[in-house]
Protein backbone atom coordinates (compact mmCIF):
# COMPACT_ATOMS: atom_id res chain seq x y z
CA UNK A 1 0.00 0.00 0.00
CA UNK A 2 1.09 3.30 -0.74
CA UNK A 3 2.25 5.75 2.07
CA UNK A 4 0.51 9.53 1.26
CA UNK A 5 4.23 10.84 0.40
CA UNK A 6 4.70 7.86 -2.39
CA UNK A 7 0.66 8.88 -3.35
CA UNK A 8 1.25 12.28 -3.54
CA UNK A 9 4.75 11.72 -5.76
CA UNK A 10 2.96 9.75 -8.03
CA UNK A 11 0.07 11.81 -8.44
CA UNK A 12 2.31 14.46 -9.43
CA UNK A 13 5.02 12.09 -11.00
CA UNK A 14 1.02 11.37 -13.71
CA UNK A 15 -0.16 14.87 -13.79
CA UNK A 16 3.45 16.46 -14.97
CA UNK A 17 3.61 13.93 -17.57
CA UNK A 18 0.11 13.91 -18.58
CA UNK A 19 0.90 17.74 -18.96
CA UNK A 20 3.94 17.14 -20.42
CA UNK A 21 1.73 14.99 -23.10
CA UNK A 22 -0.52 16.94 -23.91
CA UNK A 23 1.79 20.27 -24.24
CA UNK A 24 3.63 18.23 -27.30
CA UNK A 25 0.51 16.67 -28.82
CA UNK A 26 -0.84 21.23 -28.79
CA UNK A 27 2.75 22.21 -30.51
CA UNK A 28 2.74 19.25 -32.70
CA UNK A 29 -0.51 19.67 -34.19
CA UNK A 30 -0.79 23.03 -34.33
CA UNK A 31 2.02 23.16 -37.10
CA UNK A 32 -0.60 20.74 -39.31
CA UNK A 33 -4.12 21.05 -38.17
CA UNK A 34 -6.63 24.39 -37.78
CA UNK A 35 -6.66 26.10 -34.27
CA UNK A 36 -10.51 24.63 -34.19
CA UNK A 37 -9.30 21.17 -34.64
CA UNK A 38 -6.23 21.24 -32.48
CA UNK A 39 -8.91 22.27 -29.52
CA UNK A 40 -11.06 19.65 -29.62
CA UNK A 41 -8.14 17.17 -29.66
CA UNK A 42 -6.18 18.71 -27.03
CA UNK A 43 -9.08 19.14 -25.03
CA UNK A 44 -10.70 15.47 -25.41
CA UNK A 45 -7.17 14.09 -24.18
CA UNK A 46 -7.13 16.60 -21.25
CA UNK A 47 -10.27 15.22 -20.43
CA UNK A 48 -9.10 11.27 -20.43
CA UNK A 49 -6.07 12.00 -18.87
CA UNK A 50 -7.06 14.39 -16.30
CA UNK A 51 -10.45 13.32 -15.28
CA UNK A 52 -9.61 11.21 -11.80
CA UNK A 53 -12.11 8.71 -10.54
CA UNK A 54 -11.91 6.55 -7.27
CA UNK A 55 -11.00 2.96 -8.26
CA UNK A 56 -13.64 1.36 -5.97
CA UNK A 57 -16.26 2.17 -3.42
CA UNK A 58 -14.69 2.87 0.14
CA UNK A 59 -11.37 3.82 -0.96
CA UNK A 60 -9.99 7.65 -0.06
CA UNK A 61 -7.36 7.82 -3.04
CA UNK A 62 -8.02 8.40 -6.61
CA UNK A 63 -6.74 7.56 -9.70
CA UNK A 64 -7.03 8.20 -13.27
CA UNK A 65 -10.25 8.00 -14.79
CA UNK A 66 -9.47 5.93 -18.30
CA UNK A 67 -6.79 3.95 -16.19
CA UNK A 68 -9.72 2.92 -13.82
CA UNK A 69 -12.09 2.91 -16.45
CA UNK A 70 -10.09 0.27 -18.99
CA UNK A 71 -8.79 -2.23 -16.01
CA UNK A 72 -12.57 -2.52 -14.48
CA UNK A 73 -13.42 -3.06 -18.03
CA UNK A 74 -11.39 -6.13 -18.70
CA UNK A 75 -11.80 -7.11 -15.31
CA UNK A 76 -15.11 -7.11 -13.87
CA UNK A 77 -17.44 -5.93 -17.18
CA UNK A 78 -18.85 -2.69 -17.92
CA UNK A 79 -21.47 -2.48 -14.60
CA UNK A 80 -17.80 -2.17 -12.98
CA UNK A 81 -16.79 1.08 -14.96
CA UNK A 82 -19.50 2.79 -15.25
CA UNK A 83 -18.30 4.91 -12.17
CA UNK A 84 -15.43 5.45 -14.15
CA UNK A 85 -16.74 6.00 -17.27
CA UNK A 86 -19.61 8.20 -16.35
CA UNK A 87 -16.81 11.09 -15.15
CA UNK A 88 -15.22 10.75 -18.28
CA UNK A 89 -18.15 10.90 -20.73
CA UNK A 90 -19.15 14.35 -18.92
CA UNK A 91 -15.54 15.42 -19.02
CA UNK A 92 -15.16 14.85 -22.47
CA UNK A 93 -18.83 16.38 -23.21
CA UNK A 94 -17.70 19.26 -21.67
CA UNK A 95 -14.39 19.46 -23.47
CA UNK A 96 -16.51 19.29 -27.18
CA UNK A 97 -18.49 22.43 -25.70
CA UNK A 98 -15.36 24.44 -25.15
CA UNK A 99 -14.27 23.59 -28.17
CA UNK A 100 -16.79 24.16 -30.37
CA UNK A 101 -17.53 27.39 -28.07
CA UNK A 102 -13.77 28.49 -29.03
CA UNK A 103 -14.13 27.71 -32.72
CA UNK A 104 -16.98 29.98 -32.97
CA UNK A 105 -15.41 32.80 -31.39
CA UNK A 106 -11.92 32.51 -31.04
CA UNK A 107 -10.62 30.46 -33.79
CA UNK A 108 -13.50 31.49 -36.21
CA UNK A 109 -11.93 32.62 -39.79
CA UNK A 110 -12.92 36.07 -41.22
CA UNK A 111 -14.74 36.81 -43.97
CA UNK A 112 -13.37 38.90 -46.92
CA UNK A 113 -15.09 41.57 -45.69
CA UNK A 114 -13.88 41.55 -42.25
CA UNK A 115 -10.38 40.90 -44.03
CA UNK A 116 -10.53 44.37 -46.01
CA UNK A 117 -12.27 46.91 -43.48
CA UNK A 118 -9.45 45.29 -41.33
CA UNK A 119 -6.36 46.56 -43.90
CA UNK A 120 -4.69 49.58 -43.82
CA UNK A 121 -4.77 51.56 -47.13
CA UNK A 122 -1.63 50.62 -48.41
CA UNK A 123 -2.17 47.17 -48.03
CA UNK A 124 -5.64 47.20 -50.00
CA UNK A 125 -5.91 46.44 -54.05
CA UNK A 126 -5.82 49.17 -55.71
CA UNK A 127 -8.70 49.25 -58.61
Excluded: C, N
Excluded at 24 to 32: C, E, F, I, P, V
Excluded at 35 to 50: M, Y
Excluded at 67 to 79: C, H, P, R, S
Amino acid sequence: MLSESSYLTAVYTYLGAASVILLYLAWWLSHHWRPGWVALVVLLAAALLLTPAYPRSGVDTMAPALVVAVFQLLTDGYESAEHALRPLAYMSALAVTVALLLRLSVFRRRSTGEVAAGQSAAEQPRK
